[in-house]
């Protein structure tokens, strides 16, 4: 079997890479994927409504390789114009997160597929690549000679849904190296005995997380889990925690001051129902986080509210205001969104997505040492990286 281009991988990059080679150049197109079906992945991102991408990107927002070139050649303006010649709707939010205006990451995969199809880009599923060379890949069924190839696997985040280190192991194999990888957002692991009442539980709070690696401050809804902790700040700080521990902090009430809170107890601590200090936060905090808190103060519930003294007020709003957790470490990257390391995108020109080591090879994509936050940041790498690997391929076969 013979093609112009070879795309590895149906995912986001995979399907942008081959669409965009194919409308430039209208060479022949194969796409291999090693599952049932393209998009799988792509399907479940955004609990199932596709964080297409953010209109406040920038490198900053980005750990691992230089993204800053790729970035500028395909930006998130050019994203939304790539998606609405696929017939895409889209709506922004105020939190700058970019959504199909359906709401189904299956119509953002459905549109994706579909141009393929009309394109004529033959997609070849259940086709694994287990070797590649300077023209030939090689597959259980046979041999695929092409002139360009672009390897966009993905990484090894969430094998429930596809994520596997393949792109890495043909990459290594024709030069490349591969970095250490690891998770990132993703639930983080807790030791238990201050929350173990508090599964299920959500509440807005203010997390500030520190391990070897860093410290960083994220706000929103956390979820307390039977693990640990879950919600939009924690999948944010968990890289953090990729294989080591460290401190999560919660202040509990980030819209107050530590005088303020202890203004509030003193205020309340006279009308306590039963005067029982288990009923001390009743309408202030949710009743189960109310009482978690006053346990974390040293302070037994069936204490006196109306004895409480300023050293037991000032204990108790500094629970409140720095509700401390000892992490164990993160969920894993069975549990992730996305893989952190792979290979370095510095074995690649940032002009092109093409490799250094193996010119007839281009890469984009989670296979690559990039990884974004949560918030659209990852799908908008894949989209450009991919769209820049299929532009460059289709212009170097013009040449």
């Given at each position: 079997?013979?093609?112009?281009?070879?795309?590895?991988?149906?995912?986001?990059?995979?399907?942008?890479?081959?669409?965009?080679?194919?409308?430039i150049s209208g060479a022949s197109v194969i796409l291999t994927e090693r599952g049932e079906r393209v998009g799988r992945k792509l399907a479940a991102t955004g609990n199932g409504r596709c964080n297409i991408t953010n209109r406040d990107i920038t490198a900053e927002r980005y750990h691992g390789g230089d993204v800053e070139p790729v970035l500028a050649n395909v930006t998130p303006d050019d994203t939304q114009r790539f998606f609405e010649s696929l017939g895409i709707v889209y709506f922004c939010g105020d939190d700058g997160k970019v959504y199909p205006y359906s709401l189904q990451a299956s119509s953002v995969v459905d549109a994706l597929r579909y141009e393929c199809e009309r394109l004529g880009v033959e997609v070849m599923c259940e086709c694994e690549v287990t070797e590649i060379n300077r023209h030939t890949a090689i597959t259980a069924s046979g041999r695929i000679e092409f002139k360009r190839a672009i390897i966009a696997c993905g990484g090894e985040a969430s094998r429930s849904l596809g994520g596997c280190s393949f792109g890495y192991k043909l990459l290594g194999g024709v030069g490349h190296s591969v970095t250490r990888r690891g998770a990132a957002i993703v639930p983080i692991r807790t030791k238990t005995d201050k929350i173990r009442a508090l599964k299920g539980i959500k509440t807005d709070a203010v997390v500030t997380a520190e391990s070897q690696f860093g410290r960083r401050t994220e706000q929103g809804e956390v979820l307390f889990t039977d693990y640990g902790l879950s919600g939009p700040p924690i999948l944010q700080v968990s890289r953090l925690f990729d294989g080591v521990g460290g401190t999560v902090t919660l202040d509990l009430m980030p819209q107050y001051s530590f005088s303020e809170v202890c203004d509030m107890i003193r205020a309340r601590k006279s009308s306590v129902y039963l005067d029982r200090c288990e009923f001390l936060f009743v309408g202030m905090l949710n009743k189960r986080v109310g009482q978690a808190v006053v346990k974390a103060a040293g302070i037994s519930l069936a204490d006196s509210a109306r004895a409480l003294d300023e050293r037991r007020i000032?204990?108790?709003?500094?629970?409140?205001?720095?509700?401390?957790?000892?992490?164990?470490?993160?969920?894993?990257?069975?549990?992730?969104?996305?893989?952190?390391?792979?290979?370095?995108?510095?074995?690649?020109?940032?002009?092109?997505?093409?490799?250094?080591?193996?010119?007839?090879?281009?890469?984009?994509?989670?296979?690559?040492?990039?990884?974004?936050?949560?918030?659209?940041?990852?799908?908008?790498?894949?989209?450009?990286?991919?769209?820049?690997?299929g532009r460059s391929a289709a212009m170097e076969l013009k040449k």
């Open positions: 079997m013979r093609c112009d281009i070879l795309v590895i991988g149906g995912g986001a990059a995979g399907m942008c890479a081959a669409i965009t080679a194919k409308r000032k204990l108790i709003a500094a629970a409140i205001k720095s509700f401390s957790l000892v992490c164990t470490g993160n969920c894993g990257t069975e549990h992730a969104q996305v893989t952190t390391g792979g290979v370095p995108l510095s074995e690649f020109d940032t002009a092109t997505m093409r490799s250094t080591v193996a010119p007839s090879i281009y890469a984009c994509g989670e296979v690559l040492d990039v990884d974004g936050d949560c918030g659209g940041f990852n799908l908008q790498w894949a989209w450009s990286s991919g769209i820049l690997a």
